[in-house]
């Protein structure tokens, strides 16, 4: 790669500069991943992900990259997320010509997400236009099509957890387990220059310590800097045990009533987990053999690679000793088509994992018009809900939501589980970090709302004397080859 070309939104490092790392999204929100590196030969942005659920989260998409994507020498994805990796075909179609890092289970993962998040785009596009067109409004584009997506997944170059990589001239990554879903990696980047290396470790999203389908996270011994995600920072979540038995309990007391449950799910790592849960609880005679439907051809796809990917289990059976087959309940059902999803609307007794996890698109929208009113429905909802979504006005206690446009109003019972979470809780956090601290390390806080990762700065202070520095986005911070090795600038 050599020293990089001239382009718009790169700058020069200081003489004494050896990398900087500016912060151009999820600083003080929790999505929008992203993160430029770069160094005398390199450019490296690390995630590249989509605004979710924030109400200004679809002007901030359509804004153009703040550099050249040209310009960019490579990607390196910690995880499949979208909120991480969703901006990965805008920037190809924007000019991008390196290659895209990611982890083995992350690139199949990649393929159904991004293709999927294209045809999104596609479709939402295509209604907003026509409401345009008959209002005489000029017609928009799509932040990107399905041709972006598949010209994008031509670009990744996949890793095996563990092996270190070179990217550039005196640039090296390696990937390491974060759990949270399949193929999710921590990412220790070395940046060497004149027998000086200065060390940065992305945490990416890090999953909780007793996840049942993932082998545990390895938090990396020493760096330098480490930008933390701080999504849960406020709080531990509830014991696991303690989830499960309310979803037990939630499942038996619907069942009772005859009303459908409804459970909306991230058709990544929250629906297989759900399943297997439901499967265990079968199994173990705690609840009964439920009719179960899986609503979602994602959500059907990431079972398949979940089950594909058995090595992870393998690899958790050896390191635990216990056996880990993933559990499906007895009578699940897969819906794969429009009229399979349509069906259910005439059923009663039903258990319905549909998505998006959010209830902000997806076939979960037409459940939850056709299910809400009733009061002999339950609404369970089992994952992390962002502000300004529908899933946060349920758990809100809304009792009006609307829905394609129409209001509907809520008679079901909503159930928040709070302990199935992907993330580490706050003492999770607290002792992934530890470590690093221990070396040294600064902090910066990242991936969370203001609050969190506020409330998660004090914890760090009391716990372990570190000082997080919170940053926004356009903020940046410098590693020095002398002195003071880590240098945070407010917005330069
Ligand atoms: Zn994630």
């Known amino acids: 790669m050599g020293s990089p070309r001239k382009a718009r939104g790169f700058r020069r490092l200081e003489p004494d500069e050896l990398v900087r790392l500016t912060f151009l999204g999820a600083a003080g929100e929790v ?87 294209a045809h999104i785009h596609e479709q939402d596009t295509k209604h907003e236009n026509r409401r345009r067109e008959r209002s005489g409004k000029p017609l928009l584009e799509p932040l990107y099509e399905v041709a972006d997506a598949e010209r994008a997944l031509e670009k990744l170059v996949l890793h095996p957890f563990e092996r270190v990589v070179e990217l550039a001239d005196g640039l090296r990554v390696r990937f390491v387990r974060a759990r949270h879903i399949l193929g999710a990696a921590s990412v220790e980047a070395w940046v060497a220059a004149e027998h000086v290396e200065r060390k940065i470790v992305f945490s990416g999203d890090l999953g909780r310590r007793h996840e049942p ?3 545990p996270p390895e938090p990396p011994g020493e760096a330098d800097l480490v930008l933390l995600e701080s999504t849960y920072g406020d709080r531990d979540h509830k014991s696991l045990e303690h989830t499960v038995e309310e979803l037990a309990q939630a499942l038996t007391e619907s069942v009772r009533d005859g009303g459908n449950v409804l459970i909306p799910v991230f058709a990544v790592g929250r629906a297989q987990e759900i399943l297997h849960y439901i499967g265990t609880l ?26 594909q990917h058995a090595e992870c289990l393998r690899e958790l059976e050896s390191a635990t000793g216990r056996r880990c087959q993933p559990l499906e309940p007895r009578r699940l059902t897969l819906c794969r088509t429009p009229e399979e999803s349509m069906q259910l609307n005439g059923r009663h007794g039903a258990v319905i994992l549909s998505s998006s996890g959010m209830c902000e698109g997806g076939r979960i929208l ?35 939501v609307r829905i394609f446009g129409e209001p509907v109003s809520v008679k079901a019972r909503v159930r928040t589980l709070g302990g199935f979470s992907a993330h580490a809780g706050q003492s999770e956090l607290v002792g992934w970090v530890r470590g690093l601290v221990a070396s040294g390390a600064r902090v910066a806080l990242v991936h969370g709302e203001h609050e969190k990762r506020a409330a998660l700065a004090a914890e760090l202070l009391a716990r372990t004397g570190a000082r997080a520095w919170q940053p926004v986005r356009g903020d940046v911070v410098s590693l020095r080859r002398r002195g003071e090795p880590v240098v945070f600038v407010e917005k330069p």
């Open 366 to 400: 037409h459940h939850l018009r056709h299910n809400l009113w009733r009061e002999s429905t339950d609404v369970v909802i089992v994952g992390f809900q962002a502000r300004g979504t529908l899933g946060r006005a349920l758990v809100g206690g809304a009792r009006t």
């Open 213 to 215: 389908l993932l082998r």
């Open 31 to 117: 999505t929008g991943s992203s993160f430029l590196l770069e160094t005398g030969a390199a450019r490296i942005l690390f995630d590249c992900g989509l605004c979710q659920g924030e109400r200004h989260s679809r002007a901030q998409n359509q804004r153009p990259f703040a550099f050249e994507a040209a310009g960019l020498d490579a990607v390196v994805l910690t995880h499949a997320h979208v909120d991480h990796s969703g901006l990965v075909p805008k920037l190809v179609r924007d000019g991008f010509r390196g290659k895209i890092h990611a982890t083995l289970p992350s690139g199949d993962l990649l393929g159904v997400l991004l293709r999927d998040s």
């Open 282 to 307: 079968e199994r173990a005679r705690r609840i009964p053999e439920l009719p179960v439907f899986l609503d979602s051809p994602m959500a059907i796809r990431a079972t398949e690679l979940y089950r």
